[in-house]
Nanobody, 118 residues
Framework: QVQLVETGGGVVQPGGSLTLSCTTSRINFNIYTMNWHRHAPGKHRELVAQITPLSKTNYTDPAKGRFTIPRINAKSTAYLKMTNLKHEDTAVYYC????????????WGQGNQVTVSS
């Protein structure tokens, strides 16, 4: 069974940093685009960051300049490194893995709460 296991969430003060991890199993991690999404109370789920198999990255506006999304293929793991966190970053963060066009599969992690609070 394919698994995406997320770790690293928690409570952090405004201006602080936090790193989320998404470790996959039973997929060929190297061919998957990895994405991080978040879902804040009362808002729609939104894409935060993306990294392709060739490590091309894309960030949406909330993440630009503050978040990075590295991946380590040897560990089948993608990360979301968040800095200068703000109250509005409070949300449940989800990772997902999207397969290429020739292997259209999609998997999701369980979600991880990040709370930015003083």
């Amino acid at each position: 069974q394919v698994q995406l296991v997320e770790t690293g969430g928690g409570v952090v003060q405004p201006g602080g940093s936090l790193t989320l991890s998404c470790t996959t199993s039973r997929i060929n991690f190297n061919i998957y685009t990895m994405n991080w999404h978040r879902h804040a109370p009362g808002k729609h789920r939104e894409l935060v960051a993306q990294i392709t198999p060739l490590s091309k990255t894309n960030y949406t506006d909330p993440a630009k300049g503050r978040f990075t999304i590295p991946r380590i293929n040897a560990k089948s793991t993608a990360y979301l490194k968040m800095t200068n966190l703000k109250h509005e970053d409070t949300a449940v963060y989800y990772c997902n893995a999207d397969g290429p066009d020739w292997h259209p599969t999609r998997y999701w992690g369980q979600g991880n709460q990040v709370t930015v609070s003083s």
